[in-house]
T-cell receptor, first 114, second 112 residues
Framework: NAGVTQTPKFQVLKTGQSMTLQCAQDMNHNSMYWYRQDPGMGLRLIYYSASEGTTDKGEVPNGYNVSRLNKREFSLRLESAAPSQTSVYFC?????????????FGSGTRLTVV | SQQGEEDPQALSIQEGENATMNCSYKTSINNLQWYRQNSGRGLVHLILIRSNEREKHSGRLRVTLDTSKKSSSLLITASRAADTASYFCATVTGGSWGKLQFGAGTQVVVTP
């Protein structure tokens, strides 16, 4: 099925470890996003990529880096994981930036940092 | 801080009843979107209403938007157990790049 694929689905890290969350979409969407979801706080934007070759910070970028590898793929890297980064991470894509289209979300990566 | 806030935080109804949830926001918007999230899953886009629209329908869903009150409502008619989920409103504000900002959601439980 067409959509947004995230890997891994679950991950446990020790404080200080690094990891990369992968995201790929096959809908030829231009824009891609990384959100984190914490209980009672809704989704908060970490980074986004309005189009291939561009990335920009969202609301909570500290502790994260991103790479828009090509039009399909947008990865999120935690260089030195902290317990505060325990969360569910969602990747999303949309046809274009500007928010005039709905977003398509992946199924999420549940990350625990101990 | 969150742009949109849903009310109520939780809603419990029986199958066949209607479910209404509200979303209030703080700043002017380009559009407002509603999403559904089933437990342990990603969000699914339900409906988008533009700032110049007042009402929109999609199947059993009805969304209204009152820009003067900075509020929106989502009505699910004749609810089913499969409607059990969290519902989020998300707003798109102005600027060269519209960022989608989510509220904390309304958790809806529909009992058979």
């Amino acid at each position: 099925n067409a959509g947004v694929t995230q890997t891994p689905k679950f991950q446990v890290l020790k404080t200080g470890q690094s990891m990369t969350l992968q995201c790929a979409q096959d809908m030829n969407h231009n824009s891609m996003y990384w959100y984190r979801q914490d209980p009672g706080m809704g989704l908060r934007l970490i980074y986004y990529s309005a189009s291939e070759g561009t990335t920009d910070k969202g609301e909570v970028p500290n502790g994260y880096n991103v790479s828009r590898l090509n039009k399909r793929e947008f990865s999120l890297r935690l260089e030195s994981a902290a317990p505060s980064q325990t969360s569910v991470y969602f990747c999303a894509s949309s046809e274009s930036s500007g928010g005039i289209y709905g977003y398509t979300f992946g199924s999420g990566t549940r990350l625990t940092v101990v | 801080s969150q742009q949109g806030e849903e009310d109520p935080q939780a809603l419990s109804i029986q199958e066949g009843e209607n479910a209404t949830m509200n979303c209030s926001y703080k700043t002017s918007i380009n559009n407002l979107q509603w999403y559904r999230q089933n437990s342990g899953r990603g969000l699914v886009h339900l409906i988008l209403i533009r700032s110049n629209e007042r009402e929109k329908h999609s199947g059993r869903l009805r969304v209204t938007l009152d820009t003067s009150k900075k509020s929106s409502s989502l009505l699910i008619t004749a609810s089913r157990a499969a409607d059990t989920a969290s519902y989020f409103c998300a707003t798109v504000t102005g600027g060269s790049w519209g960022k989608l900002q989510f509220g904390a959601g309304t958790q809806v439980v529909v009992t058979p």
